[in-house]
C-alpha cells in the first residue's frame, strides 16, 4: 500500500504563486510516475503534470505549460508543482497520484495511476 499526502494548497491573488507537494509513503520502491490532476468545481478531473520517477523526463497540460513545474525527490519520495502565474481559472482541488506499471506515454489519463492522494484545494482571486 502506498499513501500520499498532498500539502501547500491556500489562496493566492492572480499572478502569485503555490507550491504544492506530495509525499509518498509505503511501498514505494517501484514508482514509475507521480502526476498531478485537478477538478474545478462541475467538471472532471484533469490532467495536470507528470514525471517519470527515474529519468525526470516532465509532462504538462497545455493550459499549464510555461507556467508550472513538476519536479521530484527521489530520497524525500516527494513530489512538487510550482506553480506561478496563477489565475482564476486555475482553481480547484488538486490531487496527487502515483504509478507503478510501466506506460510508454507520458502518463496523461488518470487510469494509469495507482495511489491517489486526498487533494488539496487552491483558490486563486482576480
Known amino acids: 500500500q502506498v499513501q500520499l499526502v498532498e500539502s501547500g494548497g491556500g489562496m493566492v491573488q492572480a499572478g502569485g504563486s503555490l507550491r504544492l507537494s506530495c509525499a509518498a509513503s509505503g511501498r514505494t520502491f517501484s514508482t514509475y510516475a507521480m502526476g498531478w490532476f485537478r477538478q474545478a468545481p462541475g467538471k472532471e478531473r484533469e490532467f495536470v503534470a507528470s514525471i517519470r520517477w527515474s529519468s525526470g523526463n516532465t509532462y504538462y497540460a497545455d493550459s499549464v505549460k510555461g507556467r508550472f513545474t513538476i519536479s521530484r525527490d527521489n530520497a524525500k519520495n516527494t513530489s512538487y508543482l510550482q506553480m506561478n502565474s496563477l489565475k482564476p481559472e486555475d482553481t480547484a482541488v488538486y490531487y496527487c497520484?502515483?504509478?507503478?506499471?510501466?506506460?510508454?506515454?507520458?502518463?496523461?489519463?488518470?487510469?494509469?495511476?495507482?495511489?491517489w492522494g486526498q487533494g488539496t484545494q487552491v483558490t486563486v482571486s482576480s
Open positions: 497520484a502515483s504509478a507503478y506499471r510501466y506506460y510508454s506515454g507520458g502518463y496523461y489519463l488518470a487510469t494509469k495511476y495507482d495511489y
